[in-house]
């Protein structure tokens, strides 16, 4: 199974960037990696996604515009590139891969109960 493990979380102004970054061990056998997010007294929440073979990439609505997923298949590394941060975007990030490849498309590929390995987090804290 593939190991995920995410680093760059830390704190920033409203408004800022950020980028955090999550390793993958091996090429994931579903195919792709994800970023979720996870606030207090808030449920998981899917930010994007992408196919680390071909680049195709989704977005929730609420970060559509400010933040970037991009792979760099080289470094088994995939980004979230984070801007105009806002406190709403305070939370623990997670990257996440699908057992097998997911027969939803488009931002049905982010609902986190289909995502079967995960990493530990790393927090973003955006202040006012």
């Known amino acids: 199974q593939v190991q995920l493990r995410e680093s760059g979380g830390g704190s920033v102004q409203a408004g800022e960037s950020l980028r955090v970054s999550c390793v993958y061990s091996?090429?994931?056998?579903?195919?792709?990696v994800g970023w979720f997010r996870q606030g207090s007294a808030k449920g998981r929440e899917g930010v994007a996604t992408?196919?680390?073979?071909?680049?195709?990439?989704w977005y929730s609505d609420s970060v559509k515009g400010r933040f970037t997923i991009s792979c760099d298949r080289s470094k088994n590394t995939v980004y979230l590139d984070m801007n105009n941060l806002q406190p709403d975007d305070s939370a623990m990030y997670f990257c996440?891969?699908?057992?097998?490849?997911?027969?939803?498309?488009?931002?049905?590929?982010?609902?986190?109960?289909?995502?079967?390995?995960w990493g530990q987090g790393t927090q973003v804290t955006v202040s006012s």
């Open positions: 996440a891969s699908p057992r097998s490849p997911l027969t939803v498309r488009g931002a049905a590929q982010l609902r986190p109960e289909d995502y079967d390995y």
């Open positions: 091996r090429f994931p056998s579903g195919r792709m």
């Open positions: 992408i196919f680390i073979d071909g680049d195709r990439k």
